[in-house]
């Protein structure tokens, strides 16, 4: 019962990124299409070639991703299929990430205007065929240099902010690039009202996330599961209630976590930290949001109550204007209500 329960449940997500969306058969249909070489040939050794080996190769994997993203459609077609994936799970809204200087810049020159175009397209599709909707996050990987380019990110993204755009992040190797060197685009962002989502706390320990608080003003912390070794600041993050995007499978595939039983995922709610799911690169983690959801179920032993508090953890935390919120917390409860009625009583029949 509980597996369909996750299934079917209503849920949203707040942390994915675009390009580690793609799927492998996707990948191949860009590759061809537009003459990329890919170190693997069929659709079946693109299968294997995905699965998780360790950092390096997500790395590898990236690039060759990022690569094959070759023109404004390119961007709303995998826009589409990932729009598709999540009204599959039921997912009505996610806020999704994408890293728009890296089409501008490394690859194809593709025009933000254009890129932003193509995810607007694809974001109208989805609302009116598949009744879902999508936040954008636009990101910059923080070993971007000169760091200047992330007022030039800043900019587009209060641009956009009319199509859709809701927040602005850092991303990429946490690692020697510290929260501080991106105050002034943040302030920028937050200036003008979008939300602060930096990743923090996930490669580097207590000090990115400190950064994070107090030189970004995060409205959220992607990842930060690594608050738990300073008591000091899961004080601060309770006492704040600052939520935290919590990815459970990607923590084990790059290392943070040692397996999902060992997540701190049950710890954190302990403390009474504001925790909500998400998949972060789905495909690429050999995962979904079900998925995590079924392993929060299963691996961690959480029941349906921690389940349905994660999911309206995620509606509470979004950056939907507060009367959105209200209502589609209440939707929600009511749809799980129901579920579980129907599914009980399938189950006693
Ligand atoms: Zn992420």
Redesign the pocket.
Known sequence: MIDEFVRTLPKVEL?V?LEGTIRPALLLELAQKNGVPLPVETADQLEQWYRFTGFPHFIEIYLAISSCICTPDDIELIARDFLEGQAAQNIRYSEV?FTPFTHFSRNRNIPFDDQMRALSRARKWAVAELGVDVGWVLDISRNVRPVEHSLTVVDWAIEAMSQGVVGFGI?GPEVGNPPELFEPAFDRARAAGLLSLP?AGETVGPESIWGAIDTLGADRI??GVRCLEDPSLVAILRDRQIPL?V?PT?NVCLGVAPSLAEHPLPRLLDEGLFVTLNS??PPMFNTTLTEEYLKVVHTMGLGLAVLEQLVQNGVAASALPEAERRNLSLEFRQESDQLRKTLGSEDNS
Do not use: K, N, Q, R
């Open positions: 942390h990124h990430i991303g990743h992607g990842h995007d990815c990607s972060d690169d």
